[in-house]
């Protein structure tokens, strides 16, 4: 299978939907869980408001992110922006950093069920990694699971270790939850 991958614009917006489908890509979430204000709750927002708050960020040029096919048919997404516009990492713990403004963040994945352990996951990261390098990005980050079993896919959307390993990030920290992952450019 020929995977080709794209940067996301703000005419990708039909592709995005066509994608998530009716559920959002995984329980309302349209890549929305991250950018979660402090004094909002994820169930008021889960599902349509989620969906109209990404939709503006994608067709105003806000949101930044990655698009896989499989000829004409859109079978994968990566997110990637400023850490500092996922405004939950720095409530998790074990996500905290003091450089947060000098790192872009890859928090998340949806691929396709049919299309999942095909290395779509890695052609988007591979292409993310390119489209932030050529912005002239010096810290890249990734939060993969900690796959101490078999997890359903839908635990799986921050990636896994061995995808981030493959292209050179080393763990920054390790602390109980999710692990943080970077790699650096000169």
């Known amino acids: 299978m020929k995977i080709t991958t794209i ?3 703000p005419d ?3 592709h995005i939907e066509e994608l998530f489908g009716n559920n959002g890509a995984c329980g309302g979430c349209w890549c929305m869980s991250w950018r979660v204000a402090k004094n909002e709750k994820w169930e008021d927002i ?3 408001e989620s969906k109209k708050r990404f ?3 994608i067709t105003s040029g806000l949101a930044h992110g990655a698009l896989a096919f499989s000829g004409d048919e859109v079978i994968g997404w990566c997110s990637f922006d400023k850490r500092v516009e996922y405004f939950k990492l ?4 074990s996500l905290k950093c003091d450089d947060a403004e000098n790192v872009w ?4 994945f949806f691929i396709k069920k049919g299309f999942r352990g095909k290395g779509v996951a890695a052609a988007l990261l591979k292409h993310s990694m390119k489209s932030l390098h050529q912005r002239g ?3 890249i980050e990734g939060y993969p699971v900690k796959l101490e079993k078999e997890l359903p896919a839908a635990f799986v959307w921050t990636g896994t270790f061995s995808l981030f390993e ?11 939850g999710k692990q943080r992952v970077r790699k650096m450019f000169p």
Not at 90 to 93: N, Q, Y
Request: overall charge positive; proline content about 6%.
């Open 7 to 9: 940067n996301v614009t």
């Open 12 to 14: 990708s917006w039909k």
């Open 46 to 48: 889960k599902g349509i």
């Open 55 to 57: 939709k503006k960020l």
């Open 90 to 93: 720095d409530r998790a713990p």
């Open 105 to 108: 963040s890859i928090p998340c």
């Open 137 to 139: 990005v010096k810290i």
């Open 166 to 176: 493959k292209e050179g990030f080393t763990v920054v920290s390790n602390k109980k």
